[in-house]
């Protein structure tokens, strides 16, 4: 019996739901915060439902890429927005001083939200594996291994 306020542990979430919930740094399981000791380190597991965030060697490449892709977007956005602003006299050196401190700090400021939002889209696209517990996480990172060799 479900006490009011529990959250299933082993239910999955649409789509929407998790990516919600990455994108506020919770997990995408069960949607509990508390996932990062420090604003940058993230824990392995997650500290309520027990989902095993690092599934596989390079896992986290994913989330680079959506670090990049949020940096760059970001990045275009606002050299189109300065140049339209400040059109025909652009002060290009503020320009070059803004969008590279921009791609020094955006994506530090990215990283942990990066994180939680791969988890999401992966957990979502790989089908069952948001149910997954840490022993079937570390029988496919072995299963991997042993079809490699
Ligand atoms: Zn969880």
């Known amino acids: 019996m479900r006490v009011k306020g529990d959250k299933p542990a082993n239910t999955r979430p649409g789509f929407g739901r998790a990516l919600a919930r990455g994108m506020t740094r919770k997990c995408a399981r069960c949607g509990s915060g ?16 027990g989902l095993q965030f690092e599934r596989l060697e390079g896992y986290w490449l994913g989330a680079v890429a959506l670090n990049l892709i949020a940096v760059e977007s970001l ?3 606002v050299l189109i927005a300065m140049v339209t602003a400040t ?4 002060p290009w050196t503020l320009i070059l001083i803004v969008l590279v401190s921009m791609n020094v700090i955006v994506p530090l400021i990215v990283y942990p939200f990066s994180r939680t939002v791969w988890v999401a889209i992966e957990r ?3 089908g069952t594996a948001v149910t997954e517990t840490r022993n079937q996480s570390d029988k496919t990172r072995s299963d991997l291994r042993g079809s490699a060799n």
């Open 34 to 49: 508390n996932l990062f000791r420090y604003y940058m380190l993230m824990a392995e597991n997650c500290p309520q439902c």
């Open 75 to 77: 990045f275009v956005i």
């Open 87 to 90: 059109w025909p006299n652009v």
């Open 124 to 126: 979502y696209l790989s």
